[in-house]
């Protein structure tokens, strides 16, 4: 049997960020099985195209995605970030650190706080659009099918 998986390791390492905002780097390259020289790269790559954004937190960075991009290969550009992780992060496993139950929903956690968010800085006038139509997080009206 051969070696090769579906992903590529930028999409593993995606997939370790969006289960997990704080994972060190060290972490998800033991996750994904490549270096974290490796990982750097693929981090910095993904930062470039505004897939990720990295923000300081402490002595920690903080990895936030943007789940609202399309992948890049013309056969997946109907589908988001957001879509994919939603089939493939699942809940939090690592090989290097087990997480606990509150750890292992924080991602989903932090994801609605960062609506709420961006919700809130909306102003809403009575009788706009806004204020009719509130797009839920699940709504998919508006982004085309997975496959």
Excluded at 25 to 50: H, M, P, Y
């Amino acid at each position: 049997m051969s070696d090769w998986t579906f992903f590529s390791n930028y999409g593993h390492v995606l997939v370790c960020l969006g289960r997990n905002r704080q994972a060190r780097l060290r972490d998800v390259a033991a996750e994904v099985g490549i270096t974290e020289r490796a990982v750097q790269k693929i981090v910095r790559d993904l930062q470039d195209e505004g897939y990720l954004t990295v923000s300081k937190q402490g002595r920690c960075n903080r990895y936030r995605i943007n789940r609202r991009k399309t992948l890049r290969h013309p056969l997946q550009s109907h589908c988001t970030v957001g879509k994919l992780l939603q089939l493939t992060a699942g809940p939090a496993r690592s090989l290097t650190s087990p997480l606990s139950v509150s750890e292992s929903t924080q991602p989903a956690v932090a994801d609605e706080l960062e609506q709420k968010e961006q919700a809130e800085k909306v102003k809403e006038v009575p009788g706009t659009k806004a204020e009719k139509k509130k797009a839920s997080p699940l709504d998919t009206r508006q982004q085309g099918s997975l496959f």
